[in-house]
C-alpha cells in the first residue's frame, strides 16, 4: 500500500491481499528466471573451460613428448 496513489480509495482488505500475492507470485517468478540464467551462464562457461583445458593438456602432452625426443 505504500506505493497505492494518495487520491484513490484504499480498496478491501480482500483485494489487497490478492494483490500482495499476486505481486509475491511475480517476484518468484522473477527470482526463479534470474537463477535458471544464471545456472545457464554458469554452464556455459564450465563447458568452454573443459574443453580450453583439454586443449591445452593436449598440446602440453605434445609439447612434453617433442622435447624428450630431441
Aim: net charge positive; proline share 4%.
Amino acid at each position: 500500500m505504500r506505493r497505492w496513489p494518495k487520491d484513490k480509495k484504499r480498496p478491501p482488505e480482500g483485494e489487497i491481499t490478492k494483490l500482495r500475492e499476486e505481486s509475491y507470485q511475480t517476484e518468484l517468478r522473477k527470482e526463479q528466471r534470474s537463477a535458471m540464467q544464471s545456472l545457464v551462464q554458469i554452464l556455459i562457461v564450465l563447458v568452454i573451460d573443459v574443453v580450453v583445458f583439454f586443449v591445452h593438456w593436449r598440446l602440453a602432452k605434445r609439447a612434453r613428448e617433442s622435447v624428450g625426443t630431441a
